[in-house]
């Protein structure tokens, strides 16, 4: 349709082609009461270029927890991009979740370039919900999350002796080395 003055005119689309590179050839013809001299005209009508899909980042694989009192190091293995735009999603909660995404109020870390970060001020005797997605970098694309489960408990004990006092029958004396970590 064709507007002239407030008036509509239809124009009809006697041919069309997808012969051209950007789109659609046709003509259009206009009728003797129009105010446009009468003819055929060449149209292209173009068609958006259209834009390469971002492929969607692979699952992160190799998601290993290391706890250490209340801090939890989470390390994976890299994700193979050929632009190098990849950086790193962890989301972590006491809450489970579910095995493709974290709840929605999980705690977040994003914008990580390496392949590990240090989780800190944890709670001991917690279980811990982690996940890890790989994203692009100015995309908004993200992967599929990868989850794993942690609970931060102090170390055990070693060498762990009892053994009654000299010259006293009715006690024990209980000794151990306090490990390493100690949870804070």
Partial sequence: RATTAGTTRTLSISSY???????YTCSVSTAQTSTIPVGTYPV???????????????????????????????????V????????????????????????SDAMKRSGITATSTTLTGLQLDTIYYVWVAAEIFDAGVQGP???????????????????PPSGSCDQLMVTWTVPSNTGG
């Fill in 17 to 23: 082609s997808t012969s051209h590179a950007k789109g």
């Fill in 44 to 78: 292209i009508l173009e068609t958006p270029p259209s834009v390469p899909a971002i492929p969607v980042p692979s699952q992160v694989q190799g998601v290993m927890l290391t706890g250490s009192g209340t801090s939890l190091t989470v390390s994976w293995t890299a």
């Fill in 80 to 103: 193979t991009d050929p632009m190098n735009n990849i950086l790193y999603v962890v989301r972590y909660s006491t809450k489970s979740g579910t095995e493709t995404g974290p709840p």
């Fill in 145 to 163: 999350y990868s989850m794993r489960v942690s609970n931060l408990v102090p170390g055990a004990p070693t060498n762990l002796m009892i053994s």
